[in-house]
């Protein structure tokens, strides 16, 4: 049978990214040894929260600029291109003023304070700078179709930090690390302007206000719903540096790469999948096309989910030293989150494609509601435990409001699937590693198989 067009366009794209990304990734994890023998645990949860700061940083000073580069000149004209990527790099000379003046205000009235934001704007400061201007060149190669670029392009940044890593981390520990990852920045940007040939769309007589409005005008809603969604990943640092100190961070940190690393592979599809919904939206079988990607995508990120519960023991002991072995339990029920984000994903592309960005606001008002008030209750209770269980509570409580909310637009079927994948997912979690665990992974293949078969 022949595959149709547009799943092939998918494939295609997330294969694409999905090299480069899980390139980067994997360089990361393999690294990941090597930065927790270099750093202490407490440097390790410095660099966490670092990174965690600077991400806000980013969404809030560049307006959320870099998500509307990608979608609003989509399609147009090369002329029209180019006055919206000028445009909004001449914004990001702002977005780096603004960096500059909120360090010095810091720098001038931190008195006495050791909260790890004052101590480390610096870093901070100069990683969101870098960040800000490398999100828009990737953005925008997704816009002109330069999705190769885009994916060599993380690959490179990667390998820079890896490569950086051995002589500035080993030799200068904290600092060394963020040093790594800016000059990784710069040495992407490079790339990206070089073999996208951006230069071709980059004028100062291309700046135009009436562009970056355009792009503003969708940007700025989404503003809200990055503080909102940076709240629900985020608000456990400040909690748990408080409550339990930088190095349960440290151990919460090294736990939370693996969902992560299950999050970025999928956000290689993601970043595909809204390519397609863009180009499918509005045609007669797009529904059919969205339940079949959102089925397959949820019960094959369960099955992977309970492949980890089996063999995250092994892997930890075998790579890292005995100081991070506590995070062997926590792995699993982390990474039971990543379903509900990856659904969440898939229906929120629907907002994008009929540019209706306020719903993206409204659930992500309970995600974030959700997530400070467990996080605030079960953390100073629970300790990393209450970390888990309210990760996973704010993001099936913002995946399912968003279905809710993606109901005008597209109906999501075949509820009970999901139901009944998530209930045996959870029991490979409370199961000890032996052939019942297998075959409750096998019954969810079974499942899968059987119900795309006959229903999608």
């Known amino acids: 049978m022949k595959l149709p067009q547009k799943y092939k366009t998918l494939l295609s794209n997330t294969g694409l990214l999905f090299i480069g990304t899980f390139g980067s990734k994997m360089i990361s994890f393999i690294m990941l040894p090597f930065y927790t023998s270099w750093l202490s645990i407490e440097d390790f949860g410095t660099s966490d929260v670092i990174n965690v700061y600077s991400t806000i940083l980013v969404s809030i000073v560049s307006l959320c600029i870099a998500e509307a580069v990608f979608v609003?000149?989509?399609?147009?004209?090369?002329?029209?291109?180019?006055?919206?990527?000028?445009?909004?790099?001449?914004?990001?000379?702002?977005c780096t003023i603004t960096l500059l003046v909120l360090y010095v205000v810091v720098a001038l009235f931190k008195g006495e304070s050791t909260a790890s934001y004052v101590s480390n704007i610096?870093?901070?400061?100069?990683?969101?700078?870098?960040?800000?201007?490398?999100?828009?060149?990737?953005?925008?190669?997704?816009?002109?179709?330069?999705?190769?670029?885009?994916a060599i392009a993380g690959l490179i940044n990667t390998l820079c930090v890896a490569l950086l890593g051995f002589v500035l981390i080993k030799t200068f520990g904290l600092l060394g690390y963020i040093m790594s990852l800016v000059i990784a920045n710069v040495v992407a940007l490079v790339y990206?302007?070089?073999?996208?040939?951006?230069?071709?769309f980059v004028s100062l007589s291309a700046v135009s206000w009436q562009h970056l409005k355009e792009m503003l005008k969708y940007s700025i809603p989404l503003i809200p719903n990055s503080i909102i969604w940076l709240i629900v990943n985020y608000v456990n640092?400040?909690?748990?540096?408080?409550?339990?100190?930088?190095?349960?961070?440290?151990?919460?940190?090294?736990?939370?790469?693996?969902?992560?690393?299950?999050?970025?592979?999928?956000?290689n599809f993601s970043n595909a999948w809204q390519i397609s919904v863009l180009q499918e939206y509005g045609k007669d079988s797009y529904e059919n096309f969205y339940n079949r990607i959102c089925v397959t995508v949820f019960v094959g990120l369960c099955i992977c989910v309970s492949i980890i519960s089996i063999v995250i023991g092994p892997i930890i002991h075998l790579l890292f030293?005995?100081?991070?072995?506590?995070a062997i339990v926590y792995i699993p029920f982390l990474c039971l989150s990543t379903p509900f984000v990856a659904l969440s994903s898939i229906v929120g592309a629907n907002f994008t494609a009929t540019k209706q960005s306020k719903y993206f606001f409204y659930s992500s008002i309970w995600a974030a509601g959700s997530a400070v008030l467990c996080n605030s209750i079960l953390i100073p209770i629970l300790g990393l435990w209450g970390v888990c269980v309210s990760c996973i509570i704010s993001f099936w409580v913002g995946t399912l409001v968003r279905i809710l909310y993606a109901r005008k637009i597209v109906r999501l079927k075949w509820g009970y699937i999901y139901i009944s994948i998530s209930l045996l997912t959870i029991l490979t979690l409370f199961v000890p590693f032996?052939?019942?665990?297998?075959?409750?992974?096998?019954?969810?293949?079974v499942i899968c198989y059987f119900l795309y078969k006959n229903k999608c």
Do not use: W
């Open 321 to 326: 030293n005995e100081n991070y072995y506590a």
């Open 72 to 94: 609003i000149p989509t399609g147009r004209n090369k002329e029209d291109q180019r006055h919206f990527f000028s445009s909004s790099l001449f914004f990001a000379m702002f």
């Open 122 to 150: 610096g870093y901070i400061t100069l990683l969101s700078a870098t960040t800000i201007y490398m999100s828009i060149a990737q953005q925008f190669c997704k816009c002109i179709n330069k999705i190769k670029v885009y």
């Open 434 to 445: 032996n052939s019942f665990t297998l075959l409750i992974v096998l019954i969810e293949i």
């Open 237 to 267: 640092r400040p909690i748990m540096e408080t409550s339990m100190g930088m190095a349960a961070i440290g151990l919460f940190s090294l736990a939370n790469r693996f969902p992560t690393l299950i999050t970025t592979v999928y956000n």
């Open 192 to 200: 990206v302007f070089i073999r996208a040939r951006l230069r071709t």
